[in-house]
Every structure is written in C-alpha cells, then in structure tokens.
T-cell receptor, first 118, second 114 residues
Framework: GAVVSQHPSRVICKSGTSVKIECRSL??????MFWYRQFPKQSLMLMAT?????????EQGVEKDKFLINHASLTLSTLTVTSAHPEDSSFYIC??????????????FGPGTRLTVL | AQSVTQLDSQVPVFEEAPVELRCNYS??????LFWYVQYPNQGLQLLLK????STLVKGINGFEAEFNKSQTSFHLRKPSVHISDTAEYFC????????????WGAGTKLIIKP
C-alpha cells in the first residue's frame, strides 16, 4: 500500500513553455502533498507543501508564480512550471502524506520527474 | 535550526563487506528518524524508520539502524553488502523543531567494489 505515482517520468521542453507534472496517491487519500526539487548529487529541497482544497505553502526563495501547485483532490496534486528556462531543469519529486501538517506525517514518495529545458 | 549531518559523501566498500553510513542530527526534542535509499534516476524508497520503542530498527534489504539519543545519531548498517546496494542513502528527521517537516541530510553515495 501507499503507492505514489508521478507523470510524466521524463519531459523535455523548449524554453518559455509550461510543463505540468502530476502526482497521484493510488491507494490512499493524501491530506498533504509535498513537492521537492533535487539538483544533481545533492539532497532534496522542499519547494512547497499543499493541503487538499487550500493554497500551497511555499518555502522561502521558491517563486509561487513560477511553480504553480494545485491540490484539487485527496489523490491528485499538480506542479506546473511556467515559462520554463534551462535553470529549471531538475529532478522533481513529490510525496504524499496521510496525516495533517502539524503532526507526524510519514511521506510516501513518487518516482520523480526529470525535466530538461532546452 | 535543526540539521542533519551525513559526514561521508561517498563510502566505497567491497562486496560482501560490512558497511556503516553515519547520520547525526541536532534537536533537543523528540524526533522521528528515517533512512531512505535512492537508486539511480529513481525516487526515494523508505529503508527504515524509528518512531519509538526499541532503539535498534530493522529495515528492508538487510539494513538496520540504531538510534542513540545521547550521541544524537542514527547510523545505518548492513553486515554484508551486495552490488545491488549501490545507491544514494539519505538520512532524514522530523520533529516539532522542524514543524514536522522532513529535514534531510546531504546524502551518502554507497559504492560497492567487486
């Protein structure tokens, strides 16, 4: 149980286009979803936390207008990279949690999406 | 601020040899501790976790870790590694200090030599 999927697994796009990444919890309801970015040979950087039906909470330094997060249902969250540029190329990983944001919340991770912006 | 330190960025070890990957954290309150593994070009998989109870935690793939509160450590061990254990290993911590967010270590790359 507790499977999280991401789609697409890889995407290559031209500079200036927008890319949408989907994160789904397949066999549980995710009250909270997290979006991470991972640079090569580095650890994960939390970008934002989203709760179903409310606005995402972005970490300091993350542009909310550039990285649009929607958590429309208890099983789906999307990250849209708007007007992507080469510096946005990265590995994006989502995770989903069953608990609330202010309590222990084990996160189940998706397989990641490799974004390459040409 | 809470932090997680993985002192070794890379650990090379011969196949079938034992290995220990070190993790230290800074927190003055109760913590939950995790080890995740990331195989090349993949997401993260939970190896094991410590929430409470016995300080020796056994996980998947033959890994185990010991929570040492006095030394604020949670080192990961395996008595005999296999070539398939080649991966990046991340230690992470959750506590009230971090507002229940996962705080990540920088990762340790385990390199298995044949």
């Amino acid at each position: 149980g507790a499977v999280v999927s991401q789609h697409p697994s890889r995407v290559i796009c031209k500079s200036g286009t927008s890319v949408k990444i989907e994160c789904r919890s397949l066999d549980f309801q995710a009250t909270t979803m997290f979006w991470y970015r991972q640079f090569p040979k580095q650890s994960l950087m939390l970008m934002a936390t989203s709760n179903e039906g409310s606005k995402a909470t972005y970490e300091q330094g993350v542009e909310k207008d550039k990285f649009l997060i929607n958590h429309a249902s208890l099983t789906l969250s999307t990250l849209t990279v708007t007007s992507a540029h080469p510096e946005d190329s990265s590995f994006y990983i989502c995770s989903a949690g069953r608990g609330g944001p202010s309590s222990y919340n084990e996160q189940f991770f998706g397989p990641g999406t490799r974004l390459t912006v040409l | 601020a809470q932090s997680v330190t993985q002192l070794d960025s890379q650990v090379p070890v011969f196949e079938e040899a034992p290995v220990e990957l070190r993790c230290n954290y800074s927190s003055s309150v109760s913590v939950y501790l995790f080890w995740y593994v990331q195989y090349p070009n993949q997401g993260l998989q939970l190896l094991l976790k410590y929430l409470s109870g016995s300080t020796l935690v056994k996980g998947i793939n033959g890994f185990e870790a010991e929570f040492n509160k006095s030394q604020t450590s949670f080192h990961l061990r395996k008595p005999s590694v296999h070539i398939s254990d080649t991966a990046e290993y991340f230690c992470a911590v959750i506590s009230m200090d971090s507002n229940y967010q996962l705080i990540w270590g920088a990762g340790t790359k385990l390199i298995i030599k044949p």
